[in-house]
Nanobody, 120 residues
């Protein structure tokens, strides 16, 4: 079993910064990609940013130039640095581990979510 533990959400004023961290624990052979999704009230969950084990990144157009995703800790830790935050960034942010290869199966995992609120 693999668990994803998120931290770093909270409240910040527009223009401020937050850093989200996701750490994967458990037993696996490899994780193809780790990323962050978000879901605002009344909206569908959307990709914010992802990074593969080979370093390929993918960002939503709305966050390009403001958010940066990185992986370290043997690629089991993903960090999302969020700068120049806007009220429209307010959402629950979910960590995702895609293509987790364990001795039993290969599947995706999700974290519990962390609230990010941007307001004055």
């Amino acid at each position: 079993q693999v668990q994803l533990v998120e931290s770093g959400g909270g409240w910040v004023q527009p223009g401020g910064s937050l850093r989200l961290t996701c750490v994967a624990s458990g037993s696996w052979f490899s994780i193809n990609a780790m990323g962050w999704y978000r879901q605002a009230p009344g909206k569908q969950r959307e990709l914010v940013a992802s990074r593969t084990s080979s370093g390929t990144t993918n960002y939503a157009d709305s966050v390009k130039g403001r958010f940066t995703i990185s992986r370290d800790g043997g690629k089991s830790k993903a960090t999302l640095q969020m700068n120049s935050l806007k009220p429209e960034d307010t959402a629950v942010y979910y960590c995702n581990a895609e293509g987790v290869h364990t001795p039993v199966e290969e599947r995706d995992y999700w974290g519990q979510g962390t609230q990010v609120t941007v307001s004055s």
